[in-house]
């Protein structure tokens, strides 16, 4: 079955440094996809990131990168020069088998990042 | 529409009542998802479309969540004899190759 495990549950940056959110997965596929949400506040879920399997790049979205290391099954966000909106709740999700063949996503219990001045 | 749409946003009932909960996906996307999310954890599945055939209701708790998409676009999540421990956020989601997207999601609490 598959997992996605976030081992930290709450995470600090001072504004303007990088940070790291950690995700592994477990899944016996070849094929998935990986995904990060944004939850701030508000309650909105937030697409951010999407990385494939079977994608040699890593995925970049403006601020967002996803560091993925398939070999160790993780799935890192970094989230560069981090802003006081970056503030929010931020889940990993997978989902196996090809993107666009639909799927349910599986999500992680979520990271609370806090942004200080 | 420009978003995914869900109403109600809020909806108190009461226990033992049905509750019908409604979702609009993003004009054109084929997939649709039903999501559950408690407070404080991440969204747990429910089930899924692509059009309208349900593809995957393996999350649905028990006989009395069921969901439709007669005609592949708008859905509704309906929840018979509503208990409390139904109380949650109830989240639709779509994609069409990009996302999935999430609406704003239902509140729903059941007294």
């Known amino acids: 079955a598959q997992k996605i495990t976030q081992t930290q549950p709450g995470m600090f940056v001072q504004e303007k440094e990088a940070v790291t959110l950690d995700c592994t997965y477990d899944?016996?596929?070849?094929?998935?996809?990986l995904f990060w949400y944004k939850q701030p506040s508000s309650g909105e879920m937030i697409f951010l990131i999407y990385?494939?399997?079977?994608?040699?790049q890593n995925a970049t979205e403006g601020r967002y990168s996803l560091n993925f290391q398939k070999a160790r099954k993780s799935a890192n966000l970094v989230i560069s020069a981090s802003q006081l909106g970056d503030s929010a709740m931020y889940f990993c999700?997978?989902?196996?088998?090809?993107?666009?063949?639909?799927?349910?996503?599986?999500f992680g219990q979520g990271t609370e990042l806090s942004v200080k001045p | 529409g420009a978003g995914v749409s869900q109403s109600p946003r809020y909806k108190v009932t009461k226990r033992g009542q049905d509750v019908a909960l409604r979702c609009d996906p993003i004009?054109?996307?084929?997939?649709l998802y039903w999501y559950r999310q408690a407070l404080g954890q991440g969204p747990e599945f429910l089930t899924y479309?692509?059009?309208?055939?349900?593809?995957?209701k393996s999350g649905l708790p028990n006989d009395r969540f069921s969901a439709e998409r007669p005609e592949g676009s708008i859905s509704t999540l309906t929840i018979q004899r509503t208990e409390q421990r139904d109380s949650a956020m109830y989240r639709c989601?779509?994609?069409?190759?990009?996302?999935?997207?999430f609406g704003s999601g239902t509140q729903l609490s059941v007294l």
């Open positions: 990385q494939g399997s079977y994608d040699e």
């Open positions: 999700a997978m989902r196996e088998a090809g993107y666009n063949q639909g799927g349910k996503l599986i």
């Open positions: 479309f692509n059009y309208e055939a349900q593809q995957d």
């Open positions: 004009s054109g996307h084929v997939s």
């Open positions: 899944t016996s596929d070849q094929s998935y996809g």
């Open positions: 989601a779509s994609s069409n190759g990009q996302g999935p997207f």
